[in-house]
C-alpha cells in the first residue's frame, strides 16, 4: 500500500514536472505551429540562472522571477531576429532554431564549463503525506506546475489577450483587419513560451544535475507529450503528460529505466499511428 | 478632400503582376457605392489592398487626409476601415459571442465589451450567442461578420459580395438592414457585389470594373434596372 502511495505521488511528481516543461512547448508549437528545437536550452537556461544566484547568494525565490523575465528577452530577441523570418517555412524553423539550441548550449559550456554544478535544496525536510514521507521540494514543485498550467489556461481561455492570441492563430489575416496587432502578440506568445521554460528549469534545478546537456532530457518526452495529446489545445498537453509521465514511471519503477522508455515509446507509437492529429486534435 | 481615394494604383499578388492597373476612385462621406465587375477584374484585390494585405506597388491609398498605402492590415482596422471579406471569415472554434469581442478588443479606444446593440441588429445572434460560429447557417455567418465589423465601429465599411451563397430572403434582409443602419449612422459603405438586386437596393452610385481600371460611372444606380446593354456588357459572362 505504502510502495503504491510512493509510486502515484512519483507518477504524478514526474507528470506534473514534464506539463512544467510541455506548457511552454505547447504554446509555442500548437499554437504557433513553431517546432522550438531551442526549447530544452531554455529550460538549461532557467535551471542556469538557478545557479547564477545561488553564487550571488541571493534568495533562492529571486531565481524564480529573475529566469522567467530573462527567458522572455531571450524568447523575444529570437523571435525578433530569426523565427519571424521563417514562419511561413515550418522545416526551416525547426533548422533555425536548432542552430540557436547548439550556440545556446556552447555558450553555456564556454561560461560555465561542461561539468555539472549542483544546486541546494531549499526545502530538505521531508514532508508526511497520506502517512508517507515525501521530499518536500518535489511537493513545491508540483504545485508550481499546477498553478502555472492553470494560469496558462486561464489566460488564453478566460482573457481577452489570450483570445486575441488564439484568434490570431485561428485566422491571422482576419484578426488583423479587426485593429490586432499580430506582430506584437506572435511576439508576446513567443516570450510567453520562454519564460515559461526557463521558470520550468530555475525550479527543476535544484532535484537535477545542472548541466549543459539537461535540456535533452526532458526535451524528449515534452514532444512526445504533445504529439500524443494534440498540439492544437492546452488539454491535449495535460493528457499527454499525463500518458507519457504515468506510463514511464510506473513501467521504470517496476522494471527498468530502459523498458520503460521501450514501452512509452512503443505506447506513443500505437496512440499516433491510432490518432495521427493527437488524442484531442481534430480530423482533418 | 475626399474622404476616400484611390490615386493610380497599382498592385498585384507577384511582382511583375498588374491585377490592379492605375485604380482612380473617390469615396465621399456616408455614400454607398457599388463596385461591380465580373470574376477576375480585381474586386476583391481592391479591397485586399486598401486593407493593407497587399502592398500596392505604386499608387496612393488616401483615408480621411492619411496615407493609409502599404500601411499594415491592423493600422487600416484602426483608422476606421471595416472589413467583410469573402467568404465572411467568421472564426469558426470561437462562439457568436467571442466573435463579435474580437471586433472590439483590437481597437484601443473602444472597451473591451460587444455593445448592446450589436445583438438587437440581427436577432438571431442573440439567440445564439453562446454557440460555436461555425456551426452557423452561410447566412448568419454573414450577418455575425458584418456585425463584427460594425462592433470595431468604422467609418469606412468594405463588404466583398455578402450576397455569395446565402439564400435569398437573407440577402434582402442584409440589404435593408444595412441600408438603414448606412442612413441611420452616415456610415460610408464600398459593396463590392454580382447581384443587382442587392446593389441597387443598397447602393446610390455604382462604379464598372474591367482588367483592373474603373472604367465607368453611373451616378444613379437605379438606372441599371433599365439598362440592359450596361448590365450586359459587365456583369454576363
New interface residues.
Given amino acids: 500500500m505504502e510502495l503504491a502511495l510512493i509510486i502515484g505521488l512519483d507518477t504524478l511528481n514526474f507528470t506534473l514536472g514534464l506539463l512544467l516543461v510541455t506548457m511552454g512547448l505547447v504554446v509555442i508549437f500548437g499554437l504557433m505551429n513553431v517546432i522550438n528545437m531551442a526549447h530544452g536550452e531554455f529550460f538549461l537556461l532557467g535551471a542556469y540562472t538557478m545557479y547564477m544566484v545561488q553564487q550571488a547568494k541571493m534568495p533562492f525565490w529571486t531565481a524564480l522571477l529573475f529566469a522567467p523575465i530573462l527567458l522572455a528577452v531571450i524568447g523575444f530577441l529570437i523571435e525578433e531576429f530569426v523565427i519571424r523570418h521563417v514562419y511561413h517555412r515550418f522545416i526551416d524553423t525547426i533548422l533555425a532554431t536548432w542552430g540557436i539550441s547548439l550556440a545556446l548550449k556552447q555558450a553555456v559550456i564556454v561560461i560555465f564549463g561542461p561539468s555539472s554544478q549542483s544546486i541546494n535544496n531549499p526545502l530538505p525536510e521531508p514532508v508526511e503525506v497520506f502517512g508517507v514521507v515525501y521530499p518536500g521540494y518535489r511537493l513545491f514543485i508540483m504545485g508550481v506546475s499546477l498553478l502555472l498550467a492553470t494560469g496558462t489556461f486561464l489566460f488564453f481561455y478566460r482573457t481577452n489577450i489570450g483570445l486575441a492570441a488564439r484568434g490570431v492563430i485561428a485566422n491571422r489575416a482576419m484578426a488583423a483587419s479587426l485593429g490586432i496587432n499580430t506582430r506584437f502578440v506572435d511576439r508576446a506568445t513567443f516570450a510567453f513560451g520562454a519564460a515559461t521554460a526557463g521558470l520550468a528549469g530555475a525550479v527543476m534545478a535544484p532535484i537535477m544535475s545542472v548541466d549543459p546537456q539537461m535540456g535533452v532530457g526532458f526535451l524528449i518526452p515534452a514532444f512526445l507529450s504533445i504529439l500524443v495529446g494534440g498540439t492544437t489545445s492546452l488539454l491535449g498537453a495535460l493528457l499527454g503528460t499525463g500518458i507519457i509521465g504515468t506510463s514511464s514511471t510506473i513501467v521504470s519503477s517496476i522494471w527498468s529505466q530502459v523498458v520503460a522508455q521501450v514501452v512509452v515509446f512503443g505506447l506513443a507509437i500505437v496512440i499516433i499511428r491510432l490518432f495521427p492529429e493527437g488524442l484531442t486534435g481534430r480530423r482533418k | 478632400m475626399s474622404f476616400f481615394s484611390a490615386r493610380n494604383l497599382v498592385a498585384g499578388y507577384q511582382k511583375e503582376s498588374r491585377v490592379l492597373n492605375g485604380i482612380d476612385f473617390e469615396l465621399d462621406q456616408g455614400e454607398i457605392v457599388a463596385l461591380i465587375g465580373r470574376n477576375g477584374m480585381g474586386k476583391t484585390t481592391f479591397l485586399e489592398t486598401i ?3 497587399i502592398a500596392p506597388s505604386s499608387g496612393m491609398l488616401l483615408f480621411r487626409d492619411v496615407d493609409i498605402t502599404a500601411a ?3 493600422i ?3 483608422a476606421g476601415i471595416g ?1 467583410v ?1 469573402q467568404g465572411r ?1 467568421i ?4 462562439s457568436v459571442e ?1 466573435n463579435l ?3 472590439a ?3 484601443p479606444e473602444l472597451a ?1 465589451k460587444i455593445p448592446d446593440w450589436a445583438f438587437t441588429i440581427f436577432p438571431v445572434l442573440a439567440e445564439r450567442r453562446k454557440q460555436r460560429a461555425g456551426t452557423l447557417s452561410g447566412g448568419q455567418q454573414q450577418q455575425l461578420a458584418i456585425i ?2 460594425l462592433v ?1 465601429s468604422p467609418s469606412l465599411l468594405l463588404l466583398d459580395e455578402p450576397s455569395e451563397g446565402i439564400q435569398p430572403s437573407i440577402v434582402q434582409n442584409i440589404g435593408t438592414t444595412m441600408a438603414k443602419i448606412a442612413a441611420e449612422s452616415g456610415l460610408t459603405i464600398l459593396l463590392v457585389e454580382q447581384n443587382l438586386e442587392l446593389a441597387i437596393s443598397l447602393a446610390n452610385r455604382c462604379v464598372f470594373m474591367e482588367n483592373g481600371r474603373i472604367v465607368e460611372e453611373v451616378e444613379d444606380i437605379s438606372r441599371l434596372r433599365n439598362d440592359q446593354e450596361l448590365v450586359h456588357r459587365y456583369l454576363s459572362a
Wanted: net charge positive; hydrophobic share 30%.
Fill in positions: 486593407t493593407g494585405h499594415q492590415p491592423y487600416v482596422a484602426r472589413y471579406p471569415e472564426f469558426n472554434e470561437f467571442q469581442l474580437m471586433g478588443i483590437g481597437k473591451n463584427r465589423a470595431g
